[in-house]
């Protein structure tokens, strides 16, 4: 009987009469006919088949009466339908047995309220290519949500070609992630912050002077941030990652005041655009575009002056244009702060020491006399391991014969510029010092080719200026040493220290996530300073996270961009990473490693969602969390000793 039953689902199945619009009604022609006498074979079979299932059946009323009634339904669906087909093949839709379910729309995935003067494309699934010309294209939002993906380009703004050029797809317009990624040579723009093709860098120069001058003259100071934040780049597409991890730090973390991206070296339409929006998408993200800005300077990485016959010294730019924006664009701001491009903001940064909670400061070990605010001849600053060796630099041809930086004592010298970033002085400060910075840097490269001369020639200038700085080791961690009082560590790792563990939580420690934390009984440090290689050890593996291999082919697919729509977000590192470390005070650069790695990596990935989501859609980047860093470890067993590596499971180990 079970047998009967099965070859009678079985012929049902078979026999079900085909949906309309199937691709046999598509047939023509002699495929029409080849068709037409398999079905009459076929036909012939299932009649045979279905009368020995019926015959089988006839013995069990209780599967006689269950389905009699869909045979014979079906059967008489399938000798209509044979009937008909020698005339004309037309499927003979089934009567339901009940009403048809409603279909359901799906919900529409908008990432955002439209901006204004665009509207999502009609009908939905419609995408960019469909717009006719530029001015539709820049009124246009793809709205594919459902197609050509994933991921799907639904959300993103359109983007037209450049002038009378059309992209690499043939289009005149396309999304914006897949212009990012595919074609960025013909991307045109939209909008006031258009960069006009036809312009070299030196018109855009010239404009800018123009535009600060009117500027300024409408610009009450009075209406200016007490704070103008600076830093330094070139234009490497490559590491434009760093200038917006920055600013979405600064801004997650609530950063009061104003921003200025320094821009050196782009020389193409293209590199000047890149930089534009990319600061313009993290500014919208927080509604912040009226406090940043980008400053273009000539590219500036040889000086004649050296005489090394053209020899290349990146850090000119950082001098040179510190120096350029302040002579062509001088901000209103009372105050301003150098930072590096790989920086990282874990909470705001406060310079006002007057104001400051004593138990938030870490003092330079010569440090006096430090609660005050920035003033006239009184910067404030971050300590580094500079030391003093400048004092045995040939002063007098460098800052000249009766400058003050000649005469500085070496006990001044501790206490005063074994300073870096950030430091904080008046504009008017800075102005006197980038002059100096610049000038005295060619002449110390001269004789002298470390690669710290560029800071060196700060320390001169500050020196020159008879800037002296109040010297503070908490504005930053960055060394991984084992040295316990270095930077602001001992807020993370020292014996009062009760941080929750960033590996551990899964989340960064910064202002942002845990605003509960009142900063004054826990203090951390709020810049974390990205310039080393973090490579702790776990278990058996080797973890590894630098800035270095970042769009270098190593971490990226396919040796794509990671601010690109279609590369990965970073994997979440191990939760036990820094317990998988051994607390001993020899492991100690172990812990800090891994502590940096947790805290950099979590804080890119906020920052890649955040922008991501901004620059291609909510749905329209890619969510996997799988770009990793993967060499193998230094050699050097000074850098990862045996000792140091714990075994799977093993409990805590004592020093």
Not at 217 to 234: G, Q
Not at 330 to 337: H, I, L
């Amino acid at each position: 009987m079970f047998a009967a039953v099965a070859i009678l689902l079985v012929v049902l199945v078979v026999m079900r009469p085909q949906a309309p619009g199937s691709s046999s009604d598509e047939d023509s022609g002699g495929q029409l006919e080849r068709t037409m006498n398999n079905l009459r074979l076929q036909l012939k079979r299932r009649d045979t088949q279905t009368s020995a299932v019926i015959e089988a059946l006839k013995g069990d009323k209780a599967i006689e009466n269950t389905f009699n009634e869909d045979v014979t339904a079906h059967l008489e669906a399938v000798r209509i339908r044979s009937s008909a087909s020698a005339a004309e093949f037309k499927p003979v839709p089934e009567a339901p047995s009940s009403p048809p379910k409603k279909v359901e729309k799906p919900e529409e995935k908008k990432m955002k309220p439209a901006p204004p003067g665009r509207k999502e494309l009609l009908p939905r699934n419609t995408g960019c290519y469909a717009t006719k010309n530029a001015e539709e294209c820049c009124a246009a939002i793809d709205s594919r949500y459902e197609v050509h993906g994933p991921p799907f380009f639904g959300g993103q703004n359109c983007i037209p070609a450049i002038g009378d050029a059309k992209f690499k797809s043939g289009n005149k317009c396309e999304a914006e992630s897949w212009v990012n990624t595919n074609d960025i040579e013909n991307s045109g723009c939209c909008g006031p912050n258009c960069v006009d093709p036809t312009e070299t860098l030196d018109d855009v120069l010239a404009k800018q002077k123009v535009l600060h001058t009117d500027k300024h003259a409408k610009m009450d100071p009075d209406d200016a941030h007490d704070l103008r934040i600076m830093w330094v780049t070139d234009c490497q597409l490559q590491l434009e990652w760093s200038s917006v991890l920055l600013l979405h730090s600064a801004f997650k973390v609530g950063q009061p005041g104003d921003f200025t991206r320094i821009a050196t070296g782009c020389e193409s339409a293209r590199m000047r655009q890149f930089v534009i929006d990319s600061m313009a998408s993290v500014a919208k993200i927080f509604n912040a575009e009226d406090r940043v800005v980008v400053h273009f300077a000539p590219k500036h990485v040889t000086d004649e002056r050296d005489n090394t016959n053209g020899e290349v010294y990146t850090p000119y730019s950082k001098a040179f244009g510190v120096q350029h924006y302040l002579e062509n664009d001088k901000p209103q701001n009372r105050v301003g702060v150098i930072l590096d491009p790989d920086f990282l903001f874990n909470r705001p940064l406060e310079y006002r020491m007057d104001r400051v909670d004593p138990r938030a400061v870490i003092r330079g070990q010569h440090t006096k006399d430090w609660q005050h605010d920035v003033e006239p001849g009184r910067p404030v600053g971050q300590q580094y391991g500079l030391g003093i060796g400048w004092l045995n630099y040939e002063l007098g041809e460098i800052c000249g014969k009766d400058s003050p930086c000649t005469k500085v004592s070496p006990k001044d010298a501790w206490r005063y510029f074994t300073m870096g970033p950030p430091i904080f002085m008046t504009i008017d400060d800075w102005i006197k010092i980038a002059n100096g910075w610049h000038d005295y840097l060619p002449i110390i490269r001269r004789k002298h080719k470390d690669w710290m001369e560029e800071m060196r020639s700060y320390q001169m200038s500050a020196a020159h200026n008879q800037q002296k700085t109040s010297i503070f080791r908490h504005f930053q961690i960055s060394d991984k040493s084992r040295n316990p009082t270095d930077e602001g560590w001992e807020w993370i790792d020292g014996p009062n220290a009760h941080l929750p563990d960033p590996c551990r939580e899964g989340k960064a420690i910064n202002a942002h996530n845990y605003p509960d934390i009142d900063t004054n009984e826990q203090p951390y440090s709020p810049i974390l300073h990205y310039c080393q290689a973090y490579e702790p050890e776990y278990y058996d593996k080797h973890y590894v996270w630098s800035k270095y291999q970042i769009n270098f082919g190593i971490a990226q697919v396919n040796s794509g961009n990671l601010l690109d729509c279609d590369q990965p977000l970073y994997e979440d590192p191990p939760r036990d990473l820094i317990e998988a470390q051994v607390d001993t005070p020899s492991c100690l650069h172990e812990r800090r490693q891994a502590w940096m790695l947790c805290q950099v990596q979590y804080s890119l990935n906020d920052m890649l969602v955040d922008f991501k989501t901004q620059k291609c859609g909510k749905e329209g980047y890619n969510k996997a969390r799988t770009a990793k860093h993967n060499f193998p470890p230094r050699p050097g067993k000074h850098d990862h000793p045996d000792s140091c590596r714990k075994k799977r499971g093993e409990q805590k180990m004592r020093g």
